[in-house]
């Protein structure tokens, strides 16, 4: 080894550079601290992320993850590959399985030496991000959620003892939604942080100054839209560059919208900036004088507009839009697409359910129906807007079939406030299973389709509701299509399962009655489920347990497809259209049926 070693050296001038500069940066390093830092190891099975220097350029600020020595990672096998050998591959670790612990460490450049962040309240396992740093450099804020998910704090650090001082905690007896997370950012004063919380029922804006005064900003019956849904550079929220005005997207008057509104720093009557009747991911232009939009509406996709800012003068009328692309092309602009209609009804409990309707323009005698539910659980499928993804794209196909489709936002959906958001605690398939009921008795009722004739479908969490709508209460659906459901959440994620269902071993109840493997023998009526074998989201294996209860319950009427190369989000071509194919076969077999 030290031979090739040599004989690199003399071959290359690359490997010399290399060499030379490795020698540099030892010199430099020592220079800098007058002798060379003691290294800081790293145990098995710890991670370093988030690496940030302090203003002052004194101190680094980490996180640290440390993974537990019990938990244990799903393996699983890929069985097409390049070398013609089966190859096993890992992801995360299961519920209930203890997650990564995560601190924060403060490291002086001079000494190399490591604090770390401590408070007493941590002693109960938590997990850090941050720090925030104020305008002038002078005060940090850390974000530390409990590992129960239950608690959340905003805290001040002291990165010179890596003590910290409480701001602002969030509590709910459910869960704290970290799907996506509060964002953090300062005040122009560096005196005050704001952030969002549910704590009045709704996603809301507040600020917090330095001796912990809080102040609500925002107010009503709607939520501020979260980071998830805008991508990077979208106000979410954000302050003016001058520090006098907020920007922020929400659903104030229509919950199946997204508009750019703003207001004054301390709060007041927030004014739309982007137009109604659609769903609008707004950009500011660094001036802060354009808003560059991404908009879409039923009627037409996803196009990039500009218009002034008309904040950014001395009054708030609307601004015209320009629009800036053109993305369709002309077969796709030949097709009579069909736009839905937006409509609500009750549930059990009262609870208002919003949908989308799409009626085909030549409607089967049968009259027949689906309902597409939306994958992802906290998400949202009744928006404004015209989605072209393969399914949607089906469900146009579908309407010249002559059913009709519905989709709903179920109890559990984002865009509804808190209580909304937490009907399913302890109990997934429960009141959002609800909610699907009382869509296909809107169906039946109200559209005129025949209760003996509606099918239901989804994927993700979409497919996991068609399981326990077909195994819970057999006979509502005539038939119903599986696609990478989850069967079991016992085999699902931490981060997910466990803010909703707690852990396994300790709320035993919560996972036998939210988890469809243990309802099959009540299957009755058609199923089809199909199912990537390289899912590392949803494991493939969730749906072979499944088959083989189903096996040794001897039932009959169902069929597992399986993608050999496919993940959780189907990406081949080939896929897509044997997938659509079957659906298409399954349903029409099922509910056109004389």
């Given at each position: 080894?030290?031979?090739?070693?040599?004989?690199?050296?003399?071959?290359?001038?690359?490997?010399?550079?290399?060499?030379?500069?490795?020698?540099?940066?030892?010199?430099?390093?020592?220079?800098?601290?007058?002798?060379?830092?003691?290294?800081?190891?790293?145990?098995?099975?710890?991670?370093?992320?988030?690496l940030?220097?302090?203003?002052?350029?004194?101190?680094?600020?980490?996180?640290?993850?440390?993974?537990?020595?019990?938990?244990?990672?799903?393996?699983?096998?890929?069985?097409?590959?390049?070398?013609g050998?089966?190859?096993?591959?890992?992801?995360?670790?299961?519920?209930?399985?203890?997650?990564?612990?995560?601190?924060?460490?403060?490291?002086?450049?001079?000494?190399?030496?490591?604090?770390?962040?401590?408070?007493?309240?941590?002693?109960?396992?938590?997990?850090?991000?941050?720090p925030?740093?104020?305008?002038?450099?002078?005060?940090?804020?850390?974000?530390?959620?409990?590992?129960?998910?239950?608690?959340?704090?905003?805290?001040?650090?002291?990165?010179?003892?890596?003590?910290t001082?409480?701001?602002?905690?969030?509590?709910?007896?459910?869960w704290?939604?970290?799907?996506?997370?509060?964002?953090?950012?300062?005040?122009?004063?560096?005196?005050?942080?704001?952030?969002?919380?549910?704590?009045?029922?709704?996603?809301?804006?507040?600020?917090v100054?330095?001796?912990?005064?809080?102040?609500?900003?925002?107010h009503?019956?709607?939520?501020?839209?979260a980071?998830?849904?805008?991508?990077?550079?979208a106000?979410?929220?954000?302050?003016?560059?001058d520090?006098?005005?907020?920007?922020?997207?929400?659903?104030i008057?229509?919950?199946?919208?997204?508009?750019?509104?703003?207001?004054?720093?301390?709060?007041?009557?927030?004014?739309?900036?982007?137009?109604?009747?659609?769903?609008?991911?707004?950009?500011?232009?660094?001036?802060?004088?354009?808003?560059?939009?991404?908009?879409?509406?039923?009627?037409?996709?996803?196009?990039?507009y500009?218009?002034?800012?008309?904040?950014?003068?001395?009054?708030?009328?609307?601004?015209?839009?320009?629009?800036?692309?053109?993305?369709?092309?002309?077969?796709?602009?030949?097709?009579?697409?069909?736009?839905?209609?937006?409509v609500?009804?009750?549930?059990?409990?009262?609870?208002?359910?919003?949908?989308?309707?799409?009626?085909?323009?030549?409607?089967?005698?049968?009259?027949?129906?689906?309902?597409?539910?939306?994958?992802?659980?906290?998400a949202?499928?009744?928006?404004?807007?015209?989605?072209?993804?393969?399914?949607h794209?089906?469900?146009?196909?579908?309407?010249?079939?002559g059913?009709?489709?519905l989709?709903?936002?179920?109890?559990?959906?984002?865009?509804?406030?808190?209580?909304?958001r937490?009907?399913?605690?302890?109990h997934?398939?429960?009141?959002?299973?609800?909610?699907?009921?009382?869509?296909?008795g809107?169906?039946?009722?109200?559209?005129?389709i025949?209760?003996?004739?509606?099918?239901?479908?989804?994927?993700?969490?979409?497919?996991?509701?068609?399981?326990?709508?077909?195994?819970?209460?057999p006979?509502?659906?005539?038939?119903?299509?599986?696609?990478?459901?989850?069967?079991?959440?016992?085999?699902?994620?931490?981060?997910?399962?466990?803010?909703?269902?707690?852990?396994p071993?300790?709320?035993?109840?919560?996972?036998?009655?939210?988890?469809?493997?243990?309802?099959?023998?009540n299957?009755?009526?058609?199923?089809?489920?199909?199912?990537?074998?390289?899912d590392?989201?949803?494991?493939?294996?969730?749906?072979?347990r499944?088959?083989?209860?189903?096996?040794?319950?001897?039932?009959?009427?169902?069929?597992?497809?399986?993608?050999?190369?496919?993940?959780?989000?189907?990406?081949?071509?080939?896929?897509?259209?044997?997938?659509?194919?079957?659906?298409g076969?399954?349903?029409?077999?099922?509910?056109?049926?004389?």
């Open positions: 080894q030290k031979f090739l070693e040599k004989q690199q050296a003399e071959l290359f001038g690359v490997v010399r550079e290399q060499e030379a500069e490795k020698e540099r940066r030892k010199k430099d390093e020592a220079a800098a601290s007058g002798r060379p830092l003691d290294p800081y190891y790293l145990a098995e099975g710890e991670t370093v992320s988030h940030d220097l302090t203003p002052d350029g004194r101190l680094v600020t980490f996180l640290l993850a440390e993974k537990s020595r019990q938990a244990a990672d799903v393996m699983y096998q890929r069985l097409v590959t390049q070398s050998f089966t190859e096993p591959a890992s992801t995360r670790a299961k519920v209930g399985d203890p997650p990564p612990s995560v601190k924060m460490g403060i490291l002086n450049i001079a000494d190399g030496k490591v604090k770390w962040a401590e408070s007493e309240k941590y002693k109960r396992g938590v997990i850090f991000a941050g925030w740093w104020s305008p002038d450099g002078k005060h940090a804020v850390v974000k530390v959620l409990s590992t129960d998910f239950k608690d959340l704090w905003l805290e001040a650090l002291d990165c010179e003892t890596g003590r001082r409480t701001l602002f905690q969030d509590h709910d007896d459910a704290i939604p970290i799907f996506p997370s509060p964002p953090v950012g300062w005040l122009a004063d560096s005196h005050a942080i704001y952030t969002t919380s549910e704590r009045d029922g709704y996603r809301h804006l507040y600020t100054d330095l001796e912990g005064n809080i102040r609500q900003l925002t009503g019956r709607f939520d501020l839209a980071a998830a849904e805008l991508g990077e550079g106000p979410q929220p954000e302050l003016s560059r520090g006098r005005r907020w920007y922020f997207h929400a659903n008057e229509d919950s199946a919208e997204r508009n750019l509104y703003t207001m004054p720093v301390e709060g007041g009557t927030p004014v739309r900036l982007t137009p109604r009747g659609g769903w609008n991911r707004a950009f500011l232009s660094p001036d802060e004088k354009k808003i560059a939009l991404l908009r879409t509406t039923p009627n037409s996709v996803q196009e990039v500009l218009a002034d800012n008309p904040a950014a003068g001395d009054d708030a009328k609307a601004a015209g839009l320009r629009r800036i692309s053109h993305s369709t092309t002309p077969e796709f602009e030949a097709v009579d697409w069909a736009a839905p209609e937006f609500e009804f009750p549930d059990s409990e009262g609870t208002m359910i919003a949908a989308r309707l799409y009626r085909p323009r030549r409607p089967h005698p049968l009259h027949p129906a689906l309902l597409h539910i939306h994958g992802s659980g906290y949202q499928i009744v928006r404004r807007k015209l989605d072209t993804d393969y399914l794209t089906y469900i146009q196909y579908l309407l010249t079939r059913y009709t489709i989709e709903i936002d179920y109890r559990g959906s984002a865009g509804y406030g808190r209580d909304f937490t009907a399913i605690y302890r997934m398939g429960g009141e959002d299973l609800a909610s699907v009921l009382a869509a296909a809107y169906l039946a009722r109200e559209q005129g025949d209760p003996r004739r509606i099918g239901i479908f989804g994927r993700s969490y979409g497919g996991f509701m068609t399981l326990m709508a077909m195994f819970t209460r006979g509502v659906f005539a038939a119903g299509a599986a696609m990478a459901p989850v069967t079991d959440w016992a085999h699902y994620n931490h981060g997910y399962t466990g803010t909703i269902l707690n852990m071993q300790q709320d035993e109840e919560s996972f036998r009655r939210s988890s469809p493997i243990y309802f099959a023998q299957l009755r009526d058609p199923l089809l489920v199909l199912h990537g074998m390289v590392n989201n949803v494991l493939y294996q969730d749906s072979v499944l088959s083989q209860r189903l096996l040794e319950l001897k039932k009959t009427g169902w069929q597992l497809v399986s993608y050999p190369v496919e993940s959780h989000v189907w990406a081949e071509e080939s896929t897509k259209l044997d997938c659509l194919r079957r659906l076969e399954f349903f029409d077999n099922t509910l056109k049926k004389q």
